[in-house]
């Protein structure tokens, strides 16, 4: 049997065989020395035999049904560069600039949405918005507002 009992200085929770009891020793936490009390009901830790029996043999049963179980843990989502390669599935967005699209006093800003639109395909255009903005001329330090469009599609 063994004897359960508190370091008063430490207030750490120390176990020793009964056999020991009356002896003085060092506590292994706070190293205060201190001597280990008489077996008494109240402190006395009982270990049941090693050839004891289990206490009580339970029996477990699996449910089984014949519908579908319930998930309870969800599978993680994909993440977002992974869903983007898939191309079938994945709605896409290109913002075309009129400003992009000049070139030495040239504006070719039709070509390229209509050289893009061909290269999607109609049957994967889903929107097309007209969008407006402004931004700062770095030449002549102005405000300009000026426009362009924003095509969302499949893939």
Known sequence: MDIIFTCPNCRQQ??????????SINCPAC???????????????VSPPASAPPKAE??????????????????????????AKDSEKTMRIRCIKRTECVEVGKDHFDE???????????KNVITVNTLTYTYVDMGTRMILTDYGVMIVYRG
Do not use: C, Q, Y
């Open 58 to 83: 339970k029996h477990f049963s699996v449910p089984t049904t014949s519908a579908p179980t319930e998930v309870l843990i969800e599978k993680a989502k994909r993440p977002l560069e992974v869903a």
């Open 112 to 122: 390229v949405v209509s050289e893009f639109l061909n290269k999607i395909g109609e």
């Open 14 to 23: 120390l176990e020793a065989e009964s056999s020991m009891s009356g002896t």
């Open 31 to 45: 190293g205060a020395n201190l001597v280990i009390p008489e077996p008494d009901p109240a402190n006395l830790k």
